[in-house]
C-alpha cells in the first residue's frame, strides 16, 4: 500500500509539466473554435493520440498509479486547457471504467483497445446510464435486456439519454435492467459493439456548457448481442442476483448495482476536472487583478477583490486534497466509510462553479464577453454539479453513508 502523500513525485511531475504543456499549446488556442462550433474536436483528439495522451496504455498507467494520484493529476492539468475539448478527450474513460469495474480480464483485453482505436483511426466510446426518466433515480431505469437462451444473446431495448459520445462512439458500454423486481440491483451491464444492427443516435443536445463534447440519446431497438458481451459474465450475474434476491427476502441490504460500481469509481475524477477548471478560473482572475487598474492602481489593491481571490485559492487547494484523498483510498482498497468520493466531487464541483462565477465578476464587464476566457469556463463548471451524480445526490450518498442507511 502506497503512502498517502500531497507532493507529486519526480515522474508524475514530468508527466504533469508534459500535460500541461499540452493543454497550453493545444488545447486552450482550440477552445474558443470548438466552443463556438459545438462539435467532436476530431483534430485535438487526434492530437492527443498522437503523443501518446489519448491512449490505453497512459490511461492505464495513470489508472495503476499505486498513489492514486495519476488520473487526477491528469483530469487537472487537461481540464485547466478547456472543459469541453477534455472531456472529448478523456469521455472514452468512462466507459473503460464501466469495463474496469465490471469486466473480466478477457473482456478488459477485448473491448478497451477498441475504445481509443489509434493515432491513424482515432475511436471513442460512450457509457450509457441515464434515461429520460432516470437520471439519478437509477432504480426507475427501463432499458431492458432479455436473455434468449437459445442463442445464447442479449435483446436490449430502450432510450438512453445524456451520453458523452452517445451514437458516434465504436463501442457503447450499456446499463440496463435484467430483473425488474429487484430495482436498481437487477442492473448489468452490456458491451454494445460496433456497427451492431438496432443501436442509433437520438437527439443531439445543444449545451449550455462542455459545447465541445458530445451529447445525445442512444436509442435501443431489438439490439442483440453475444452473452460474452455482458460485463462479468452470466454466473457471476446469475449469483449476484441470486444474493440480492435473498437479501431482499430478509429485509434488504445495500447491493453496489452496475451503474454505481462505475460513478463510485469515476467520481473522484470528476472532482479533479472541476479543480482544473476552477484554478485555470483563478490564475485568469488573478492576472487580470494584477494589471487592470482602477482610480489609479491594480484593483487587486483593493481589499475586495484581494479576499476574493484569497477565498478561491484556499477552495481550490482544499478540494484538490478531498480528490487525492479519495483517489488514494481508492487505489489502495480503503472503503469509502464516509462516502469520501462523493465529498470529494460534492465540494470541488460546487467550487467550480463559485471559483468561476467570483472570476467573472472579478473581471467584471469583459469576464461576461467571449473575449475572455472565463465566461467558457463559468459555463462550462456548471455541469460538475449536475452530471455523475449531482450536488444533492452526492450529499444524499454521504447522509446515507454515515448514517447507515442504503444506498438505492
Given at each position: 500500500?502506497?503512502?498517502?502523500t500531497?507532493?507529486?513525485?519526480?515522474?508524475?511531475?514530468?508527466?504533469r509539466?508534459?500535460?500541461?504543456?499540452?493543454a497550453?499549446?493545444?488545447?486552450?488556442?482550440a477552445?474558443?473554435?470548438?466552443?463556438?462550433?459545438?462539435?467532436?474536436?476530431?483534430?485535438?483528439?487526434?492530437?492527443a493520440a498522437?503523443v501518446g495522451?489519448?491512449?490505453?496504455d497512459f490511461?492505464?498507467?495513470?489508472y495503476?498509479?499505486?498513489?492514486?494520484?495519476?488520473?487526477p493529476?491528469?483530469m487537472?492539468?487537461?481540464f485547466?486547457?478547456d472543459?469541453?475539448?477534455?472531456l472529448?478527450?478523456?469521455?472514452?474513460?468512462?466507459a473503460?471504467?464501466g469495463?474496469?469495474a465490471?469486466?473480466?480480464?478477457?473482456?478488459?483485453g477485448?473491448?478497451?483497445?477498441?475504445?481509443?482505436?489509434d493515432a491513424?483511426?482515432?475511436?471513442?466510446?460512450?457509457?450509457?446510464s441515464?434515461?429520460?426518466d432516470?437520471?439519478?433515480?437509477?432504480?426507475?431505469?427501463?432499458?431492458?435486456?432479455?436473455?434468449?437462451?437459445?442463442?445464447?444473446?442479449?435483446v436490449?431495448?430502450?432510450?438512453?439519454?445524456?451520453?458523452?459520445?452517445g451514437?458516434?462512439?465504436?463501442?457503447h458500454v450499456v446499463?440496463?435492467?435484467?430483473?425488474?423486481?429487484?430495482?436498481s440491483?437487477?442492473?448489468?451491464?452490456?458491451?454494445?459493439p460496433?456497427?451492431t444492427p438496432?443501436?442509433?443516435?437520438g437527439?443531439k443536445?445543444?449545451k449550455?456548457?462542455?459545447?465541445?463534447?458530445?451529447?445525445?440519446?442512444v436509442?435501443?431497438?431489438?439490439?442483440?448481442?453475444?452473452?460474452?458481451?455482458l460485463?462479468?459474465?452470466?454466473?457471476?450475474?446469475?449469483?449476484?442476483?441470486?444474493?440480492?434476491?435473498?437479501r431482499?427476502?430478509?429485509?434488504?441490504e445495500?447491493?453496489?448495482?452496475a451503474?454505481?460500481?462505475?460513478?463510485?469509481?469515476s467520481r473522484p475524477?470528476?472532482?479533479?476536472m472541476a479543480?482544473?477548471?476552477?484554478?485555470a478560473?483563478?490564475?485568469?482572475?488573478?492576472?487580470?487583478?494584477k494589471?487592470?487598474e482602477?482610480?489609479g492602481r491594480?484593483?487587486?489593491?483593493?481589499?475586495?477583490?484581494a479576499f476574493?481571490?484569497?477565498?478561491?485559492?484556499t477552495?481550490i487547494?482544499?478540494?484538490?486534497?478531498?480528490?487525492?484523498r479519495a483517489?488514494?483510498?481508492a487505489?489502495?482498497?480503503?472503503?469509502?466509510?464516509?462516502?469520501?468520493?462523493?465529498m470529494?466531487?460534492?465540494?470541488a464541483?460546487?467550487?467550480?462553479?463559485?471559483?468561476?462565477?467570483?472570476?467573472?465578476?472579478?473581471?467584471?464587464?469583459?469576464?461576461?464577453?467571449?473575449?475572455y476566457?472565463?465566461?467558457?469556463m463559468?459555463?462550462?463548471a456548471?455541469?460538475?454539479?449536475?452530471?455523475e451524480g449531482t450536488?444533492?445526490?452526492?450529499?444524499l450518498?454521504?447522509?446515507?453513508?454515515?448514517?447507515?442507511?442504503?444506498?438505492?
Open positions: 500500500m502506497a503512502e498517502f500531497m507532493e507529486l513525485n519526480d515522474e508524475q511531475k514530468e508527466v509539466d508534459w500535460l500541461h504543456g499540452f497550453a499549446d493545444v488545447i486552450r488556442p477552445a474558443a473554435e470548438w466552443d463556438e462550433r459545438e462539435e467532436t474536436p476530431w483534430p485535438v483528439i487526434q492530437e498522437k495522451i489519448y491512449s490505453l490511461y492505464a498507467q495513470q495503476f498509479d499505486p498513489t492514486g494520484l495519476g488520473i493529476m491528469a487537472e492539468e487537461l485547466w486547457g472543459a469541453g475539448i477534455a472529448s478527450i478523456v469521455g472514452t474513460g468512462l473503460a471504467v469495463v474496469l465490471n469486466g473480466t480480464d478477457e473482456q478488459i477485448t473491448w478497451i483497445p477498441q475504445m481509443y482505436g491513424d483511426d482515432v475511436k471513442v466510446a460512450a457509457f450509457c441515464s434515461e429520460p432516470a437520471g439519478s433515480d437509477v432504480a426507475s431505469m427501463r432499458t431492458r435486456a432479455v436473455y434468449d437462451e437459445a442463442k445464447d444473446e442479449w436490449i431495448n430502450g432510450t438512453k439519454t445524456w451520453a458523452t459520445n451514437g458516434i462512439a465504436n463501442v446499463v440496463a435492467v435484467v430483473d425488474p423486481e429487484l430495482g440491483k437487477g442492473h448489468a451491464s452490456f458491451i454494445i460496433p456497427n438496432g443501436l442509433s443516435q437527439q443536445f445543444k449550455h456548457g462542455i459545447r465541445a463534447s458530445h451529447t445525445a440519446e436509442v435501443l431497438e431489438n439490439v442483440r448481442v453475444p452473452g460474452s458481451c460485463l462479468g459474465g452470466k454466473e457471476k450475474l446469475d449469483e449476484r442476483l441470486a444474493r440480492a434476491r435473498e431482499a427476502k430478509a429485509g434488504g445495500r447491493v453496489k448495482n451503474a454505481m460500481a462505475t460513478f463510485e469509481a475524477a470528476v472532482g479533479a479543480v482544473g477548471t476552477a484554478r478560473a483563478y490564475e485568469e482572475a488573478l492576472e487580470y487583478a494589471t487592470r482602477q482610480f491594480p484593483i487587486i489593491d483593493n481589499q475586495g477583490v476574493q481571490l484569497a477565498d478561491m485559492r477552495q487547494d482544499a478540494a484538490r486534497l478531498l480528490v487525492w483517489s488514494w483510498m487505489v489502495n482498497g480503503k472503503p469509502f466509510t464516509a462516502a469520501e468520493g462523493s470529494s466531487k460534492l465540494f464541483s460546487e467550487t467550480a462553479k463559485k471559483v468561476t462565477a467570483q472570476a467573472v465578476q472579478i473581471l467584471g464587464g469583459n469576464g461576461f464577453t467571449r473575449e476566457p472565463v465566461e467558457r463559468h459555463r462550462d456548471a455541469i460538475y454539479t449536475i452530471f450536488s444533492e445526490i452526492q450529499r450518498v454521504i447522509a446515507r453513508t454515515l448514517s447507515g442507511m442504503p444506498i438505492r
